[in-house]
C-alpha cells in the first residue's frame, strides 16, 4: 500500500532522540505470508511509510537472503541491582537526617531586620501549616522571640508538593560576605561530558539544609512569623546568602573524610559514572555509606541507578551525551502561546535553559525578546507566533551534545559566522573517519551597542574572538582548535593585514589580538594551538578588500626588562602633557634615554596633551636618525600612539592623510613620521602605566622618568593665574553638576575631561551660598523622622528619589528608588531616563500593585516628580504628594 494513504485518527510518534512525526492510524488488511489475510491497525502517512507495530510482527518471522529466520519481539532488559534496594534507604517522604557536625557558627548581620509578612498565596496555607508543625516536631525550628522578623515564602516544588522558604533579601544585604564554594553548573556539565561513561548513578540528600545545625548564638537572625507565633531556624534555613555554599562544603568535607570514589558534586546532590553496572553500583553504594554514616537522611525514591541514562542538573546523560529530557520536551511542545509578558518570559525562561542545543537560538526568539522589553507593549503578532512555532520545533529536533573527546586523532572544530543580526558559532568534535563529527554545543547572540556598526571583517573577528572564549571552557586551552570563519581572521592578527577603516576601539582590537594571538602559540603547535581553515571563501579571490585595505602592521617590541644589553642603548621612552598656564594652553614633549639617563624635550602653545605625544614619537625619531641609529625601540603609555604605528600610519598616507573626508589631527606632524620611518626599522611597545610599585620593572620605572621629563613647570604669577582659573573652573563644574558634594562634583568634572583637585573642589563647595542655604534648610526638622511616621501603617507613607548609575546593556542609567516610611522597606525601578512617565510606571509596579495605593509620597520638586502629569495621576489615586528637599 502506498503511503501517500492516510487515515482519520491523528497520532505522534516520538523517537529516542527527541524527535516526533505527526501520523495517521489506518485500518488496512496485511499479510505476512501473502496467504492469510487480517485486518489489523498500521501507522501511515504522507511522508512515512507504513508502519506495523510488534503486536502483529510477533506472529511471524522474517527469512533473510542466507536462509536465516529471524524471530519478531521484544529483547528483554538487562537485569541490574539497583542502588534503590540498598539497607538504610528512608521511605519516610519528610525524613530529616543530623550531619554529626559541631554547631555551625555562620556569619551574623552587621544591623538588624525586621520584615512583615505579606500576604502568600492561599492554596499554601494548609500545606505550610502542616509543615510548620512538622519541622517543630523534628526540632529544625522552634519558638522564639527576636527583634528579627522576615517573611514566609512558600515555593510550589514540581511534584506539587510546598517547600518552606523564608523572603531573607533584607537579611542578605546585611549579612557579611564569605567566600563561595559552590561549582559553576556549566563546568561540571562540561567536566560530567568529558567522561564518556557507558553507567550512571545519583544520589540526592533529603532535606540538606535541614541536617545541618547552627550554633544558637547565630539562630535569632532566622526568625520568621506564622500565624502569630514567632519562629526561628535550629538548622540551616533555605533562601538564605550561605546556606548553599555551607551546605555544599560540608557535604564536600563528609565524602573527602570518608574517602568516597569520583563523584560529581553540586550542593546535595551527587552523581557517580563507570564502564559497567557493577563498578557504578560499588561506587554508590560507598557513597551512600559514607553520607549515612555522616548523618544524613536519603530517600529510597531519591537515588537512582545504576542505568546507562540518567537525570543528572536536570540533563538526561547518555554515553557521556547531554540530551534535552523527554518531559521537558513535551512540556515546551504542550505550551500555548503566551498572552502577556510574564508568561513569555517564563516561556523564554524554558527554552532558553536548551539554547546551546539549538543553532541560532538568539535570532530565532528575538521576536519574542522584542514583546517583553519594559518600554515596548505586549503585541503578539505574526512574527512572534511563528517564532514560537520555531523555537518549538528546534526542541523537538535538538540534537544530543558531547561527548568531549580527547587523542591525536580528535580536531576540534569551530565554526564561526558574523550574520547580519549578530555573531554565531558551534563547536564540533572529529575523528577519523567522520565527516562532520559530533557537537559540543551552539551559541549565538545579538549585536550590543555599536558592535552593529562594525565593518565586515570586525563583524568576523568578533564572531571567532566569542567563538574561542566559548569553545576554551569545553576542551580547555591546551588542545587544537582548527577554526572555520567565512573570512580569514588570523592573517589580520600575525600578517599585519586590517581593514582600512574600523569602527571598533583600540581597546576592544588590542583585546581580540591578545586572546586570538595567545590561544594560537604564535604559530607553536607543541602544544598545539589554533589552525585557520577559511570556509565559505567567497569567489572574489580578495573577498572584497582592495590593496588599499590591506594594511601592514608595524613590529611590537618586546618587552624592555628582556632586551639585548646592546639593544637598550637604541631604546626611548617618550611622554607628553598639556597644562593651562594663565589664559594659554601649554604643551609638552619629552623623550627619556635609559642607558644615559638623559632627557631631551620641546615645548609649545595651543594644542593638546594628544599633540605633545605625538610631538615626543617625532622627536624620538629625530634623535635616532640624528645619532645613525640602525632601528629604533619606542616605549609610550599611550594606546593611540603605539596604534598608529602599529596600524594607522599607512592606511592614512593611502588614504592622503584623510578620515572619512576629513583631514587627520595632526597630520603635518604624522607625515614627517611616516616619511622617517621609511628609513628607519622601528619598533613600538605599550607601557602599562597604571601598575603597582610591587609589579613595577625598569620598563615602568623609566616610563615614570619620560611623564615626570614631559611636566610643564610655572614660574609663581603663572601659577597665580593658574590658580584663578582652576577656581573658575571649579565653581563651573559645581554650579552646573547641580551644587553635588565635593567627590560627586569631581567625578562629575572627570567624566567631562576636566581636571580639577580635591582641594580647589573643597574650596569652592565651602564659599557656596547655595550649599550653605541647603545645609541649613536639612538642619531645620519640625520633629524627630522617626516620629512623622508614627500615625501611619506600612504601606501608607512613601519616600522615593531617583538615583544615578553607569549605563546598563539594556540602557538603563536611572533607578526610581521608592522606600516605605515605617519599616524602611526599598522597592527599585530600573529606567533608561528620569521622567514623570516612568515615575508613574514604577510606583503602579513597585508599590500599589505590591503593598497598596499609599495616602502620602514624598520627593524633590524635580521635573520627573513635580508636573501636571503627576498631579493628575496623585489626585486620581486619592494620594498626598509632598515635596521637601528642593532639587539643584
Known amino acids: 500500500m502506498p503511503s501517500s494513504h492516510s487515515g482519520v485518527e491523528s497520532i505522534c510518534i516520538s523517537g529516542v532522540t527527541g524527535g516526533s512525526q505527526q501520523l495517521t492510524l489506518l485500518e488496512a488488511e496485511i499479510s505476512l505470508t501473502g496467504k492469510d489475510w487480517h485486518e489489523h491497525p498500521i501507522v501511515t502517512g504522507p511522508d512515512a511509510p507504513c508502519i506495523l507495530g510488534i503486536d502483529y510482527l510477533r506472529r511471524g518471522y522474517f527469512k533473510d537472503p542466507k536462509g536465516y529466520r529471524w524471530a519478531f519481539g521484544i529483547a528483554a532488559l538487562e537485569e541490574v541491582e539497583q542502588l534503590s534496594t540498598l539497607p538504610g534507604l528512608s521511605e519516610d517522604p519528610s525524613v530529616v537526617g543530623s550531619l554529626k557536625v559541631e554547631e555551625q557558627r555562620v556569619p551574623i548581620a552587621t544591623k538588624t531586620v525586621h520584615r512583615r509578612q505579606y500576604r502568600t498565596n492561599r492554596d499554601s496555607l494548609v500545606p505550610i501549616h502542616q509543615l510548620i508543625r512538622r519541622l517543630e516536631s523534628q526540632k529544625v525550628i522552634s519558638k522564639t522571640h527576636s527583634p528579627f522578623n522576615s517573611p514566609i515564602w512558600p515555593v510550589r516544588k514540581p511534584n506539587g ?56 548564638e547565630c539562630r535569632p537572625q532566622f526568625a520568621f512569623t506564622w500565624r502569630g507565633i514567632q519562629y526561628t531556624w535550629n538548622r540551616l534555613p533555605q533562601g ?67 542505568g546507562r541514562e540518567i537525570q543528572f542538573l536536570g540533563i538526561k546523560w547518555q554515553d557521556g551525551r547531554r540530551h534535552i529530557p523527554m518531559e521537558v520536551i513535551n512540556k515546551i511542545t504542550a505550551m500555548a502561546p503566551p498572552t502577556t509578558k510574564k508568561e513569555t518570559q517564563s516561556f523564554l525562561g524554558a527554552v532558553g535553559f536548551w539554547r546551546m ?28 507566533q511563528q517564532a514560537f512555532e520555531q523555537i518549538k520545533q528546534e ?13 591525536q586523532e580528535i580536531k576540534n572544530v569551530l565554526y564561526t559566522a558574523a550574520g547580519e543580526n549578530g555573531p554565531s558559532w558551534s563547536l564540533w568534535q572529529r575523528a577519523h573517519g567522520e565527516s562532520r563529527g559530533r557537537p559540543l554545543g551552539f551559541w549565538s547572540r545579538g549585536y550590543k551597542g555599536s ?25 580547555g586551552t591546551e588542545t587544537q582548535l582548527l577554526l572555520a570563519p567565512r573570512l580569514p581572521v588570523l ?35 607543541d602544544p598545539p594551538g589554533l589552525v585557520e581553515m577559511i570556509m565559505n571563501w567567497p569567489e572574489s579571490k580578495d573577498a572584497g578588500m582592495s590593496p588599499e585595505q590591506e594594511v601592514k602592521r608595524a613590529e611590537e617590541a618586546p618587552p624592555y626588562n628582556e632586551l639585548p644589553e646592546e639593544e637598550k642603548r637604541y631604546a626611548l621612552f617618550t611622554d607628553g602633557s598639556c597644562r593651562i598656564v594663565g589664559k594659554h594652553r601649554r604643551w609638552k614633549a619629552a623623550v627619556w634615554h635609559p642607558t644615559r639617563e638623559t632627557t631631551e624635550a620641546v615645548e609649545g602653545q595651543g594644542e593638546s596633551s594628544q599633540f605633545a605625544e605625538v610631538k615626543a ?72 602605566a597604571h601598575i603597582p610599585k610591587s609589579r613595577a620593572t625598569d620598563e615602568h620605572q623609566h616610563n615614570q622618568q619620560a611623564d615626570q621629563a614631559a611636566k610643564i613647570e610655572v614660574a609663581q604669577v603663572d601659577l597665580d593665574w593658574q590658580r584663578k582659573g582652576e577656581l573658575f573652573i571649579a565653581r563651573w563644574a559645581h554650579e552646573t553638576s547641580g551644587h553635588q558634594g565635593r567627590d560627586a562634583t569631581y567625578r562629575w568634572a572627570r567624566d567631562r575631561g576636566v581636571d580639577l583637585t580635591i582641594d580647589t573642589i573643597a574650596e569652592i563647595i565651602h564659599g557656596c551660598e547655595t550649599c550653605a542655604a541647603i545645609k541649613q534648610a536639612k538642619r531645620v526638622k519640625p520633629q524627630r523622622n522617626e516620629d512623622r511616621w508614627m500615625k501611619y501603617k506600612y504601606g501608607e507613607a512613601w519616600q522615593i528619589d ?46 500599589l500593585w505590591r503593598h497598596g495605593t499609599p495616602e502620602r509620597i514624598e520627593s524633590d520638586n524635580g521635573t520627573h516628580f513635580r508636573n501636571n502629569l503627576i498631579n493628575a495621576w496623585a489626585e486620581e489615586h486619592g494620594i498626598e504628594w509632598v515635596y521637601h528637599i528642593p532639587y539643584h
Open 161 to 216: 508538593e510546598w517547600r518552606l522558604t523564608v523572603d531573607y533579601r533584607g537579611l542578605n544585604e546585611v549579612t557579611p560576605a564569605m567566600s563561595a564554594a559552590v561549582p559553576d553548573m556549566l563546568e561540571l556539565q562540561y567536566e560530567l561530558e568529558s567522561k564518556a561513561a557507558k553507567w550512571y548513578a545519583t544520589i540526592d540528600i533529603a532535606n540538606a539544609f535541614f541536617s545541618i545545625p547552627i550554633a544558637p
Open 240 to 306: 538564605w546568602k550561605h546556606s548553599s555554599t555551607i551546605c555544599h562544603r560540608l557535604v564536600h568535607t563528609a565524602l573527602e573524610k570518608g574517602g568516597a570514589p569520583e563523584h560529581l558534586q553540586f550542593i546535595d546532590d551527587i552523581i557517580v559514572w563507570g564502564d559497567t553496572a557493577e563498578e557504578v553500583f560499588e561506587k554508590g553504594e560507598k557513597v551512600i555509606e559514607i553520607l549515612l554514616k555522616a548523618g544524613f537522611a536519603i530517600k529510597r525514591q531519591k537515588v537512582k541507578g545504576p
Open 357 to 384: 542545543h539549538i543553532p541560532n537560538y538568539s535570532l530565532i526568539v528575538s521576536p519574542l525578546y522584542h514583546v517583553t522589553r519594559k518600554k515596548n507593549d505586549f503585541k503578539w503578532g505574526p512574527e512572534q
Open 395 to 407: 526542541i523537538t529536533q535538538a540534537v544530543a551534545l558531547g561527548p568531549v573527546r580527547t587523542g
Open 451 to 475: 558592535e552593529a556598526n562594525y565593518t565586515l571583517t570586525e563583524k568576523e573577528i568578533l564572531a571567532a574572538y566569542e567563538g574561542i572564549r566559548a569553545a576554551s571552557e569545553v576542551v
Open 491 to 525: 592573517g589580520w592578527m600575525f600578517k599585519g593585514k586590517a581593514p582600512s577603516t574600523h569602527h571598533a576601539t583600540d581597546a576592544t582590537w588590542s583585546k581580540w589580538v591578545a586572546l586570538i594571538t595567545q590561544r594560537a602559540r604564535i604559530g607553536n603547535l
Open 617 to 688: 614619537i617625532q622627536l624620538a625619531l629625530e634623535i635616532a636618525e640624528r645619532e645613525k641609529w640602525p632601528r629604533l625601540y619606542i616605549y609610550t603609555d599611550s594606546w593611540v600612539m603605539a596604534s598608529a604605528l602599529w596600524m594607522w600610519l599607512q592606511q592614512w598616507k593611502q588614504n592622503n592623510w584623510q578620515r572619512k573626508g576629513k583631514p587627520i589631527w595632526a597630520a603635518e606632524v604624522w607625515q614627517d613620521i611616516a616619511a622617517r620611518v621609511e628609513n628607519l626599522v622601528v619598533k613600538v611597545r605599550h607601557v602599562d
Open 802 to 847: 531617583y538615583i544615578t548609575l553607569p549605563q546598563t546593556r539594556q540602557g538603563k542609567r536611572h533607578v526610581l528608588t521608592m522606600v516605605e516610611a515605617t519599616t524602611g522597606w526599598l522597592e527599585t525601578y530600573p529606567v533608561s531616563h528620569a521622567t514623570a512617565r516612568n515615575t508613574i510606571l514604577g510606583l503602579e509596579e513597585r508599590v
